[in-house]
């Protein structure tokens, strides 16, 4: 029977990691993620796992790859500062495969900014914060309840596809107090591990889907761990060929799981003139937006992504395909609309309504700028 809790945002990530088998957390407390590392603190030694405050957030990162490549399902947690200090280890547990979990909890910047108000500043730095050609898996939850939901889909997707995965979301989501239904227990598919005997095992010799096996440190076989381009074997490489393999394999093995991957919400966009594309707390402005004007009688529609990276551009195409407007609304200067017009192609006209000054975007708002278009959404 699921339990019925009044908990906090960042309350429900901590859980969402818990119930997932998250047994090891390495952080550094940072305004507005703070929660997550107090409640980790607290409450794994009681499930015989291992709490550890790092000095800096580089080393939270580089603990928790260690602890992933011991056997560990394993995460950290921060905001935009930390957030930037992690990024070298993003790109190195993205080139070596190691399954680990990120949260970052946006706030208002840029360099320490606004350290208790919200924004969506970070979701360029998410996808492209690290250096190089990699891929990205960067889920954006709107509620206490996705909290959960999709810090546990993180470990899966992580584990699963042996790579760092991000939760995305702001200071209001973190912080606010919902009713959330928690299930007595889940359960989510694990790494794949080694099926030949430690002779024959070449670590990075990925199966039909691109993902290789993954054994535990003293698990006897034996590998090579490296952020360097590598062959098979694991060992470093400067074969032009070998590497441009690799490369396109990390690429590849996301895109072979896409269609699980990339998930969308939609609200009335069947008949939708005017789309509304908004994600994690704007979101919930923009429903309350569209409720508003569906009451007066016009044609509006709220996309949601639950997954920004990858981008869902096939389902925005689809989903717009009847609109003649979309409107892009987003806590920053406009770091996604142009990713939606992409998508979009030139079959509806784009605009974005963008706040970048640390208050999160209310529904009034998104009404005021749809305003020169609502006469023309009329039934």
Request: with cysteine; charged share 25%; glycine share 8%.
């Amino acid at each position: 029977m699921k339990q019925s809790r009044l908990i906090q945002g960042n309350e429900a990530c901590a859980l969402g990691a818990v119930a997932a088998g998250c047994r090891f957390y390495a952080g550094y407390p940072i305004t507005p993620s703070s929660e997550i590392a107090e409640y980790m603190a607290r409450h794994l030694p009681e499930e015989d796992g291992v709490f550890v405050q790092m000095e800096d957030e580089i080393s939270s990162l580089g603990a928790v790859i260690g602890a992933s490549f011991a056997g560990a399902r394993a995460m950290t947690a921060t905001s935009g500062p930390g957030f930037s200090l992690m990024q070298e280890h993003i790109g190195y547990a993205v080139m070596a495969e190691a399954p680990c979990v990120i949260v970052d909890v946006m706030r208002a910047g840029p360099s320490t900014g606004r350290p208790t108000s919200p924004s969506q500043g970070d979701v360029m730095a998410a996808r492209w914060g690290t250096h190089g050609d990699h891929p990205a898996i960067v889920l954006t939850p709107a509620s206490v309840t996705e909290i959960f939901e999709l810090t546990v889909r993180a470990f899966e997707l992580a584990e699963t596809l042996r790579m760092p995965v991000i939760v995305l979301y702001d200071e209001v989501l973190g912080h606010t107090r919902e009713t959330v239904e928690l299930p007595p227990r889940v359960e989510i598919a694990g790494r794949r591990t080694p099926r030949v005997a430690p002779t024959e095992f070449r670590p990075k010799e990925a199966g039909p889907d691109g993902v290789p096996p993954l054994p535990a440190f003293g698990d006897g076989y034996r590998f090579h761990v490296t952020g360097l381009t590598h062959d098979e074997r694991g060992f470093p490489t400067d074969e032009a060929e070998v590497a441009g393999r690799l490369i396109r394999r990390l690429h590849a093995k996301v895109e072979a799981h896409r269609d699980d991957i990339v998930e969308v919400e939609t609200l009335l966009c069947d008949d939708a003139d005017i789309v509304i594309f908004a994600f994690g707390i704007v979101a919930r402005a923009a429903k309350e937006a569209v409720m508003v004007a569906r009451a007066q009688g016009l044609r509006v529609g709220l996309l949601r992504p639950r997954t920004i990276w990858p981008f869902p551009d096939r389902e925005v195409a689809k989903i717009t395909a009847g609109a003649s407007v979309v409107l892009v609304a987003e806590m920053n200067l406009g770091q996604v609309v142009r990713e939606v017009e992409r998508a979009v192609a030139g079959n509806a006209r784009v605009e974005g309504l963008f706040r970048a000054d640390g208050e999160a975007i209310d529904p009034e708002e998104i009404l005021q700028a749809l305003a020169p278009d609502l006469e023309g959404a009329a039934r």
